[in-house]
């Protein structure tokens, strides 16, 4: 009798369900990203992105067109998500075949986690399926994004992009 108040466990269920990898909430963090236009990128034969013509002035004030290889991070249906090392606000990013300009200065976020599998932080994309407090479920093996067994950063506000990870 002493004991009958002790017997019963508060608990709930949850009905919800989602498939996708889990991971903890303080590995997401939010990134700026430029957009570029799909249609100012070249691309081979298969429809992969192969780079972009950036305009630039040299010293002497001459017009130079270099070819840029930038990592692509996600794609909407009409702009790439790029880093924003390899450009600034104000450049120019050509058309292929053709004189039209693109000037760089849309910014979007992303939301993802730093992967760590080559040794320094790269930010992957995430789509959050499920959260609470502790952990999100995550879509996993998307374009772009984590695949399973990936080892990712658990602290995102304890590193940078690109900095070396000591094993």
């Known amino acids: 009798v ?12 949850d ?13 997401v963090t939010e990134k700026e990203f430029y957009l570029i236009p799909k249609e100012y ?10 780079y972009f013509m950036r305009e630039t002035q040299d010293e002497s004030g001459a017009v ?6 930038i990592p692509i991070y996600s794609e909407s249906d009409t702009d790439y998500y790029v ?4 450009l ?10 053709s004189v039209d300009k693109y000037p760089i200065s849309k910014v979007g976020t992303l939301i993802g986690v730093y992967n760590i599998n080559k040794g320094f ?8 399926l499920y959260s609470n407090d502790e952990y999100s479920i995550v879509k996993s ?21 690109d900095d070396f990870i000591n094993e």
Do not use: H, M, W
Request: with cysteine; hydrophobic share 35%; glycine share 4%.
């Open 15 to 27: 009905t919800e369900k989602a498939d996708g990898l889990k991971i903890p909430v303080t590995a």
């Open 64 to 69: 130079v067109t270099e070819k840029l290889t």
């Open 83 to 86: 880093d924003t090392y390899s």
């Open 2 to 13: 002493q004991f009958a108040s002790d017997r019963y466990v508060t608990f709930a269920v």
């Open 121 to 128: 932080a790269d930010f992957k994309e995430i789509t959050i």
């Open 41 to 50: 990128a070249a691309t081979d034969e298969k429809g992969n992105v192969e």
């Open 88 to 97: 600034r606000v104000g450049d120019n990013i050509c058309k292929p075949d």
């Open 141 to 161: 093996n998307t374009n772009y994004g984590l695949l399973e067994y990936d080892y990712i950063v658990l602290d995102a506000e304890s590193i940078n992009e």
